[in-house]
C-alpha cells in the first residue's frame, strides 16, 4: 500500500517514523503526478499561509483538491485548516474537503500552546480498545468552530471536537506524531486500507 | 526528541520548531516586510531593529528591537514572529517572552550583554533559537535549553562560507559520536565541552535533539539548497532579502527553491531575473572583532 505525505513544508519527518513503525514507507509528495497510485494522504502540521502558496506553485492545487474529496486523507493543524471548507482569522482559501468551520491560532500564539488528556467517542472506542487516554499536544492551534451533521467526531478536549471524520477524510487540531503512541495513525491506515 | 530529557515544555518548544521545517524563515524591520515575507510564502518572520549587514556598517551597540515595532510585526501577519535579544541579556528576553513573540533567538548577531554566560533558557515559556559554530557550542546551547539550533554563519556578509563550514563541522562531528564506543563518551563530552547526557543521546540517534536550521550569509536561491543538502531541516536569510534589487521576487524563489531543493530545474527556473543579490563580503577580509560568529560562549 503506497501512503504519501504531503512533503513541501512542515513536519513530514514524524509522520515519517510513525507510519515505518507500522510497516509502511510513505512517499513524499511535492509534484501532482505522485498523487495517482497513493491509497491516502497525510497532510501534515506547519504553517498553512506557505503550503498554500506553495501548492499552487508546485501545481498541486487543484489535483490535490480533487484526491481529498474521494480518497483516504488526514490533515493535521495546518492540514486540518487545509481541509476545512471555511477558514477565518484570517480568511483564506482552502481545499474544501470537510464541512467545517476553523478558526486560525484560536487559542493564541506560542505562549498559550499545551498539551492535555483528550475525551474519545464512542466511534473511537468501537476502533481502540483501551484505557490509556489520548495525548494532545496543540501548537498554536486552531479550533473547530462549527461542525455540519455528516460530520462526527472522534476526539473532544473540553467539550470541543479536536478530531473529526466524515466518510474516509480525518482532521485533528492537534499532533499524535508528536507523542508516543501509533495508534491514530493505525486507525488511518486502516481507511486506506 | 528532546523530550526524553526535558519533559513536555521541551515537546511544545522543539515541536514548534518541527512545524517550520523545510521553510525560510525572513528577518524583517517594519510591517511592510513582514507582509511581503508572509506573502512570499515565509514559515515565520525574524522581528528586529536593523539587518545584520546595517548593523555591520553602522557600528553602535545593537539591541533588541523596539517593543512598538515587535508587536505592530506580530499584528501584521498570522505567521509566527521570532525576535532577537542580545546574548546573555535576560531581561530583552523576559520582555519578548512578555509581548508574546513566539520564539526568541539569543543571537550573536547583536551586541553581547554578557562575555560569559548565555541566558538560561530553561526558566522561559517562550521557546529560543540559538547560533553555534560545531556540536560542543550546540550542546551546551540545548543543555541551557534552546529549543532549536541554527548555524551561525556569518550574518550580514551575504557569503554562505561560514554557514557552511558550521553545517559541515555539526555534521561530521555527530557523525563520529556515533562511531565511538560508550567508554569514550565521557572524555568527548569533556573535550567537545558539552553535557554527558546530550553526547550520550546524539551518539546514540546520530542527530542533534533538537531541529537544526541554516543561518548566516544565505543570499540565493542556490545558497539555500545548498545548505539544505548539507543536513539544514530551514533556512534563515536575514540581509540577503531586503539589500537585493527585488526583494519579493528574491523572497518568493528562496521560499520555492527549499522546498524543491532536489530539483535544480525548479531552482534554475527561480533563480531567473532576480537582479543583483546583496554585495557580499570576502569573510577572510573581516578583523577578528568584526566577525559575529566568534560571539558566543
Known amino acids: ?193 | 526528541m528532546a523530550n526524553q530529557i526535558v519533559g513536555i515544555e521541551m515537546k511544545l518548544k522543539t515541536g514548534l520548531a518541527e512545524m517550520l521545517k523545510g521553510g525560510v524563515i525572513m528577518d524583517v524591520v517594519n510591517r511592510e516586510q513582514a507582509v511581503i515575507a508572509e506573502k512570499a510564502g515565509a514559515v515565520a518572520v525574524m522581528a528586529l531593529e536593523r539587518v545584520p549587514s546595517d548593523i555591520r556598517k553602522e557600528g553602535g551597540v545593537a539591541r533588541m528591537s523596539p517593543p512598538e515595532i515587535v508587536e505592530e510585526i506580530m499584528g501584521a501577519v498570522s505567521i509566527p514572529v521570532m525576535a532577537k535579544c542580545r546574548i546573555g541579556h535576560f531581561a530583552e528576553a523576559m520582555v519578548l517572552e512578555s509581548l508574546g513573540v513566539d520564539y526568541i533567538d539569543e543571537s550573536e548577531v547583536l551586541t553581547p550583554a554578557d562575555e560569559q554566560y548565555h541566558i538560561d533558557k530553561m526558566d522561559f515559556k517562550t521557546p529560543f533559537v540559538c547560533g553555534a559554530k560545531n556540536l560542543g557550542e550546540a550542546l551546551r546551547r540545548i543543555g541551557e535549553g534552546a529549543a532549536m539550533i541554527r548555524t551561525k554563519g556569518e550574518a550580514g556578509s551575504g557569503n554562505v562560507v561560514e554557514a557552511v563550514r558550521h553545517l559541515r563541522a555539526l555534521r561530521s562531528q555527530i557523525r563520529r559520536l556515533t562511531t565511538l564506543g560508550s567508554e569514550e563518551l565521557m572524555n568527548e563530552a569533556k573535550e567537545l565541552g558539552a553535557p554527558f547526557s546530550l553526547v550520550q543521546w546524539v551518539a546514540r540517534e546520530g542527530k542533534l535533539p533538537v531541529p537544526n536550521f541554516a543561518a548566516g550569509g544565505i543570499a540565493t536561491p542556490a545558497d539555500a539548497v545548498l545548505t539544505m543538502y548539507l543536513g539544514a531541516e530551514s533556512v534563515f536569510v536575514g540581509s540577503g532579502i531586503f539589500k537585493s534589487q527585488n526583494p519579493e521576487k528574491l523572497a518568493h524563489a528562496i521560499v520555492q527553491a527549499t522546498t524543491n531543493y532536489q530539483n535544480p530545474k525548479i531552482v534554475a527556473e527561480c533563480s531567473k531575473g532576480l537582479g543583483s543579490p546583496m554585495r557580499g563580503l570576502d569573510v577572510n577580509l573581516l578583523k577578528a572583532e568584526e566577525r559575529l560568529s566568534e560571539r558566543g560562549w
Not at chain 1, 181 to 190: A, G, R, V
Open chain 1, 1 to 193: 500500500m503506497k501512503v504519501g505525505i504531503l512533503a513541501l513544508q512542515g513536519a513530514v519527518q514524524p509522520h515519517e517514523e510513525k507510519l515505518k513503525k507500522l510497516g509502511i514507507t510513505p512517499i513524499q509528495v511535492r509534484y501532482p503526478e505522485q498523487l495517482s497510485d497513493l491509497a491516502g494522504i497525510i497532510l501534515p502540521g506547519g504553517e498553512s499561509t506557505t503550503m498554500i502558496h506553495l501548492l499552487k506553485l508546485n501545481k498541486l492545487w487543484f489535483p490535490l483538491k480533487e484526491f481529498v474529496q474521494t480518497k483516504p486523507t488526514w490533515g493535521i493543524c495546518a492540514g486540518s485548516i487545509l481541509l476545512a471548507k471555511t477558514v477565518t482569522h484570517p480568511f483564506q482559501e482552502s481545499l474544501e474537503a470537510l464541512d467545517i468551520t476553523i478558526e486560525r491560532n484560536a487559542y493564541g500564539r506560542q505562549n498559550e500552546s499545551f498539551i492535555d488528556n483528550l475525551s474519545e467517542t464512542s466511534d473511537w472506542k468501537k476502533f481502540f480498545k483501551t484505557d490509556k487516554a489520548i495525548e494532545g499536544v496543540f501548537i498554536r492551534a486552531p479550533r473547530i468552530k462549527q461542525l455540519a451533521s455528516n460530520v462526527k467526531i472522534i476526539f473532544k478536549h473540553k467539550e470541543e471536537a479536536v478530531m473529526v471524520q466524515k466518510d474516509k477524510c480525518l482532521a485533528s487540531t492537534f499532533h499524535p506524531e508528536l507523542t508516543d503512541s501509533t495508534c491514530i495513525h493505525e486507525y488511518f491506515l486502516s481507511l486506506c486500507n
